[in-house]
Every structure is written in structure tokens, then in C-alpha cells.
């Protein structure tokens, strides 16, 4: 078992995880997200979908949480469709987010999670390299007050 277990360290390392430990934690995951200043279109994102509040809970909460780089793959049109429907942004943006704590040694020793609008997300491990349905995370462990983020390249959509 510890064998496993430091294998998935070594892999969560590799992707660019940081140990949760060494992560500012006196920031919830609001916050860190704001301050690390790569996340602009998902904070005004989730300002507009008023889950600024929510996201500031005690959770614990693991966040996928896609970059501006990311959201500029989208097609400008289908992002400004999804900012006009309230409803829709909503469960977008809960799609990237798991309603507890998962570290990538836990994301990568699981096959799914249900995130918090209720579907599942798909992991996956090639080449030493996690992946949430077809997002590739780039940097794990990002640790908050109140969860973890991960960093992925893709804008994660529910189906």
C-alpha cells in the first residue's frame, strides 16, 4: 500500500502539484483563486452566478478549477450564451467543483467523483499525467481554507 501511495505522490508531483501543506491555507479557495491572478474569467464568473458565497463556506471542497487560457478555448459564443443563462453558468461552474476534499493522490487512485451539480467527473492517469474527463490538471494541490484546487487546461462542460 505505501508503494501505491508514493507512486501517486510521484505522479501528482509530476503534473506540478505542490504539497497541500506548503499551500497559503489561510485563504479560502475564493480567495487563492483571486490572488493567483490566472483565474479572472472563473471568479467574475462565479460572481455572476453567485456562488462567490458559497465557495467561501467551510466546505471542504476540491475545485477543478479551469484557467483563463482555458476558458479563452471556448468559443466566444457559447461562453456569452452561458453568462446570459443564470441557470445554466450555475451548473457549469458546480460541475467543477466536488464536494469534498481530494488530493491528486486521491484523484488519482479513483475512477470518478459527483460533483456538486450532482453529475460525476471521469479521472484518469496516462503518461503520468491526471486527467478530469478530457482536462489535463496542471497544477495540483493548491491548498485553501477550506479544500484544494487543481488547475486543469479545459473548461470542463456536463453533458
Do not use: C, W
Not at 472563473?42 to 471542504?60: F, H, I, N, S, Y
Not at 486527467?131 to 453533458?159: E, F, K, Q
Amino acid at each position: 500500500m505505501r508503494t501505491v501511495t508514493a507512486l501517486l505522490v510521484l505522479i501528482a508531483l509530476a503534473v506540478g502539484a505542490s504539497p497541500v501543506s506548503a499551500a497559503r491555507q489561510d485563504r479560502d479557495i475564493v480567495d487563492t483563486a483571486t490572488a493567483a491572478g490566472d483565474f479572472t474569467t472563473l471568479t467574475k464568473l462565479l460572481q455572476r452566478a453567485g456562488l462567490v458565497d458559497a465557495l467561501k463556506q467551510p466546505g471542504p471542497y476540491t475545485v477543478f478549477a479551469p484557467t483563463d487560457a482555458a476558458f479563452a478555448k471556448v468559443p466566444k459564443h457559447k461562453l456569452d450564451a452561458l453568462q446570459k443563462n443564470k441557470k445554466k453558468l450555475r451548473s457549469v461552474l458546480l460541475y467543477h467543483v466536488v464536494g469534498e476534499k481530494l488530493t491528486a493522490a486521491q484523484v488519482a487512485s479513483r475512477k470518478r467523483a459527483k460533483t456538486l451539480n450532482g453529475k460525476k467527473v471521469r479521472f484518469r492517469v496516462r503518461d503520468s499525467k491526471v486527467y478530469v474527463n478530457r482536462a489535463r490538471v496542471t497544477t495540483a494541490d493548491i491548498g485553501a481554507s477550506n479544500g484544494v484546487i487543481h488547475v486543469i487546461n479545459r473548461v470542463l462542460l456536463p453533458r
